[in-house]
């Protein structure tokens, strides 16, 4: 029995690049044999559009991207066919969007650090070289992370703090996902969901289609659970971390590009 299409959904940070040098040279095999399959590559990250944009260019994708943990998908112009249903149309892209806007979220962190008494500091409240200094990043790749628009990354709150923040957050209807570097203040929106709205544009497009996830942290979760396949990589120091258990889950034995080659690789000759 042939397998329906297949569609590969992927973090950037810690995932597809590496932690701390943001190369994806490991993985560049299985990317070229994914391209070879006709297989598209679905960058679904905390990254603002800028700054997917750019790594899109690196990679020579042309495939739909999720940004700011789920806030929004951009779909180039035609990817789906004439019809398709967007919120806006942004350049040569039609967007879908499911988060709430930046200001909004700048203002809830304010109310936020005021009632738990916490030094938070958001992006919002950083300089361009201290983004850099805490991200790795050159001042003009700092500039590209603090064009937010659906997401706030903030740092501030240990483990018992957090969860202050956490209950503060839901009272305002929103809620905190946790990355590789930061914790992460944003609307309704996850990257499940957007898995979901893309995956549904697929189906409509090619019939039903068969989901890969691949990720590495927390605020993974939702895109591993609304796939078919969910791949987890291991993180710098060796471990997954403290994961739920998720039906089918595959956790590669290596870390970031070398984990993501690793597990493509093995999925695409199980397929064959």
Same mark, same amino acid.
């Given at each position: 029995?042939? !397998? ?5 959904? /992927? ?9 701390? /040098?943001?190369? $994806? ?7 070229? %044999? ?6 598209? &590559? ?5 990254? /603002?559009? =800028? ?14 991207? +999720?940004? @700011?943990?789920?806030? =929004? &998908?951009?779909?180039?112009? *035609? ?15 039609? #967007?879908?969007? $499911?988060?709430?806007?930046?200001? @909004? ?7 936020? !650090? ?16 201290? +983004?850099?200094? !805490? ?16 997401? @706030?990354?903030? #740092? ?8 202050? &923040? +956490?209950? =503060? ?5 929103? !809620? ?5 570097? $930061? ?13 979901? %709205?893309?995956?549904?544009?697929? =189906? *409509? ?8 996830? +691949? ?13 078919? #396949? ?22 590669? /034995? ?7 080659? @690793? %597990? &493509? ?8």
């Amino acid at each position: 029995m042939q !397998r329906p299409p297949l569609v590969v959904f /992927t973090d950037l940070d810690g995932t597809l690049l590496d932690h701390s /040098t943001y190369s $994806f040279e490991p993985a560049r095999p299985a990317l070229e %044999a994914l391209t070879a399959a006709g297989v598209p &590559v679905v960058l679904c990250t905390s990254k /603002t559009r =800028a700054e997917t944009e750019r790594w899109r260019r690196a990679l020579h994708n042309a495939h739909p991207f +999720i940004v @700011e943990n789920g806030g =929004a &998908v951009f779909v180039p112009e *035609g990817y789906f066919g004439p019809g398709t249903r967007y919120d806006r149309r942004d350049g040569n892209f039609g #967007v879908i969007e $499911f988060g709430r806007p930046y200001p @909004e979220l700048r203002r809830a962190l304010e109310t936020i !650090r005021a009632s738990t008494g916490l030094p938070l500091r958001g992006f919002g409240d950083m300089s361009l070289d201290e +983004i850099a200094g !805490r991200c790795g990043l050159t001042r003009e790749e700092a500039a590209l992370a603090a064009k937010r628009e659906y997401d @706030e990354p903030f #740092v501030g709150a240990d483990a018992g703090g957090l969860t202050a &923040v +956490i209950r =503060a957050a839901g009272a305002a209807g929103l !809620r905190v996902a946790t990355g590789g570097r $930061f914790h992460h203040l944003v609307g309704g929106s996850d990257k499940g969901r957007a898995v979901r %709205a893309l995956q549904a544009l697929y =189906a *409509g497009l090619c019939g039903p289609v068969r989901s890969v996830g +691949i990720g590495d942290s927390p605020n993974d979760e939702s895109m591993l659970r609304a796939v078919d #396949v969910p791949v987890l990589v291991r993180r710098p120091d060796g471990g997954p971390g403290d994961w739920p258990r998720l039906p089918g889950l595959i956790i590669a /034995t290596s870390a970031g590009p070398d984990g993501w080659r @690793e %597990a &493509v690789l093995g999925l695409l000759g199980d397929s064959a």
